[in-house]
């Protein structure tokens, strides 16, 4: 199954790494700036991964639908939620995204959530189709929060311009799909600016936010050229904090955060 060979190294490779702590602490500290103002929140998590939004989330008092296509990854997630005792407040779901309206959900959820690119894996009309399906999983006045990445990433444009290899300098400036390989599997990518995203979901819904998600902080396959330079990357990190505030940004960084809420 794909995600199943990347779900043993990836904490070990993004989660636990300084650059991966510093990205999701800026995605996190924005959703839990939503979820302080209401309490008890039901949240459903696409790409779940290894669970440690889910982890954060429940910890927080929500409860979470934790779904994910890998069976590998919710099985690293089911282990988190039981050593951390927040398996009451975590319902772990096998499922592609694709078919999440085909699941038996019982509920209306006040969050639908995605983290870190999960959405990237969806051609346009998939995500078209997926704001359709989570329209009906979603209270009135829900939130869609996603954190996407987009077609030009500044970093990544710098780091193969001192490579040499000038090809790849805009290779995520296309609106067809990349193959991306991941731990030895293929995977089809599709990257989105945030104004083409917000395109393809804005028939039911508006925009909250937009905010920049790694613009000074690398991407995490340049985790190990920071490796001695520790002070420098909490350095990009407090940037990242200051400029988070300009929407512009999201559209050269490592990912962008939407914050979108259902309209209908």
């Known amino acids: 199954m794909k995600f199943d060979r990347a779900a043993q190294t990836y904490d070990a490779d993004f989660t636990n790494t300084p650059i991966g ?23 459903l998590e696409l790409n779940a991964g290894t669970g440690e939004d889910a982890i954060h989330f ?3 008092g929500c409860s979470v639908s934790a779904t994910d296509i890998s069976a590998k990854m919710l099985d690293n997630a089911e282990t988190k939620a039981e050593d951390f005792g927040l398996s009451g ?40 189709k997926l704001s359709e399906d989570v329209l009906f999983l979603l209270k009135p006045g829900g939130r869609f929060i996603a954190v996407v990445m987009p077609q030009y990433c500044f970093w990544e444009s710098l780091y193969f311009l001192l490579k040499g290899k000038s090809r790849q300098v805009f290779r995520r400036n296309t609106n067809e799909s990349i193959p991306v390989r991941v731990e030895g599997e293929t995977v089809k990518t599709w990257y989105y600016s945030p104004a083409r995203f917000y395109r393809l979901m804005k028939k039911n819904f508006r925009k909250v936010k937009l905010q920049p998600i790694g613009f000074f902080i690398p991407p995490s396959y340049l985790g190990p050229a920071f490796d001695k330079k520790r002070d420098l990357l909490k350095f990009l990190g407090k940037l990242d904090r200051v400029i988070r505030v300009i929407p512009f940004l999201a559209s050269y960084s490592d990912h962008f955060l939407i914050d979108l809420e259902r309209v209908n």
Do not use: H, T, W
């Open 21 to 43: 702590r510093l990205q999701r602490n800026l995605v996190l500290s924005y959703v839990d700036a939503v979820l302080d103002k209401a309490p008890d929140l039901k949240i």
């Open 58 to 60: 429940a910890a927080k």
């Open 89 to 128: 407040l975590i319902q772990i779901i096998r499922c592609d995204m694709r078919e999440i309206a085909n699941q038996d959900l019982q509920m209306e959820y006040d969050i639908v959530f995605s983290n870190f690119g999960g959405l990237n894996c969806l051609s346009p009309s998939e995500i078209e």
